[in-house]
């Protein structure tokens, strides 16, 4: 029982985690035959929604919309000018990983995120 209940206090502990803070990392876009840029996004996490910014670099950021967290998966959208990008990222070994994709001009696009917490 005692082990049973232990169990249980670790995958909630588990499940709860922040993703509040700054995460770095790799936009790898798929579309692009794999051109690596670098990803920075700055989440504010409150019960299960987020709210912040996303962009290449800390200087350059725009807001995100559309933020919800379920379990330890985050997704949200970024408005960049002419398209629309949804992000799904789900944490994972103190990283988060996922896709972000988009369409413009009738033209989809993908990327693929890896994030690590830099601050």
């Known amino acids: 029982m005692k082990l049973l209940l232990t169990t249980l206090l670790f995958t909630l502990t588990i499940s709860a985690a922040d993703f509040s803070g700054k995460w770095t990392g790799s936009f790898v876009d798929d579309s692009s035959g794999g051109k690596s840029e670098t990803a920075v996004v700055v989440l504010k996490h409150s019960g299960g929604a987020v709210t912040g910014t996303a962009g290449p670099t800390t200087e350059e950021q725009m807001p995100i919309s559309n933020g919800k967290v379920d379990g330890n998966t985050v997704s949200f959208d970024v408005n960049a000018g ?26 989809k696009h993908s990327a693929t995120l890896d994030l690590t917490k830099a601050e």
């Open 82 to 107: 002419d398209v629309v990008i949804h992000f799904t990222l789900t944490f994972a070994d103190n990283h988060l990983k996922g896709q972000a994709k988009g369409e413009s001009n009738g033209e």
